[in-house]
């Protein structure tokens, strides 16, 4: 079946730190791949995506790389803030049938000053 | 302006107690959807709605009952309320139901005594 897999948390780290969220998919197809932010007592929103393999996603300094070969959508971000402090959940939409949207279970990320 | 606006945000009622949810969007867009997220933030699609029609459907007790007056609009009745329901309810809305970016409103917390 299709299955989006991401790594558990929560993640802490100290601002400035290296930040890496693996996830990695099951699908029919060649989905679209997306990383979703939800920062405390607000809905998700949309980080970035990437709509077939090899593309690079990236916004607000984040970055992930659809990788057709490991089914892996990785999130990454070079230098974390306190503001980066949410859940980051990694999605793919199938792209036939009913094009539904799968969620991973969401990886918590707590920055620290 | 908010893009999707759901309404109430907090609800707290018996169990057994029939309640609805709210949910207008203002971008539109022809494609609505009803997700619940639990308390281990496990993100889970209930329903979607595509120009008034019901394109999902997932494994949703039919105590849940969905009603889309009109494209802009897709609100959630729930009859007979169980401890279980107790979630946080997202509606969010698409351009259509192939392509883009989910547009997510802010939750109703839904706590059922």
């Known amino acids: 079946g299709n299955s989006v897999t991401q790594m558990e948390g929560p993640v802490t780290l100290s601002e400035e730190a290296f930040l890496t969220i693996n996830c990695t998919y099951t699908?029919?197809?060649?989905?679209?791949l997306f990383w979703y932010v939800q920062y405390p007592g607000e809905g998700l929103q949309l980080l970035l995506k990437?709509?077939?393999?090899?593309d690079k996603g990236s916004n607000k300094g984040f970055e992930a790389t659809y990788r057709k070969e490991t089914t892996s959508f990785h999130l990454e971000k070079g230098s974390v803030q306190v503001s980066d402090s949410a859940v980051y959940f990694c999605a793919l939409r199938l792209t036939s049938g009913t094009y539904k949207y799968i969620f991973g279970t969401g990886t918590r990320l707590k920055v620290l000053a | 302006d908010t893009a999707v606006s759901q309404t109430p945000k907090y609800l707290v009622t018996q169990m057994g107690n029939d309640k609805s949810i709210k949910c207008e969007q203002n971008l539109g867009h022809d494609t609505m959807y009803w997700y619940k997220q639990d308390s281990k933030k496990f993100l889970k699609i209930m329903f979607s709605?595509?120009?008034?029609?019901?394109?999902i459907n997932e494994t949703v007790p039919n105590r849940f009952s969905p009603k889309s007056p009109d494209k802009a609009h897709l609100n959630l009745h729930i009859n007979s309320l169980e401890l279980g329901d107790s979630a946080v309810y997202f509606c969010?809305?698409?351009?259509?139901?192939?392509?883009?970016?989910?547009?997510f409103g802010e939750g109703s917390r839904l706590t059922v005594l």
């Open positions: 990437a709509t077939k393999a090899d």
């Open positions: 699908a029919t197809g060649y989905p679209s």
């Open positions: 969010a809305s698409s351009q259509d139901i192939t392509t883009g970016e989910l547009f």
């Open positions: 709605y595509n120009n008034k029609e019901l394109i």
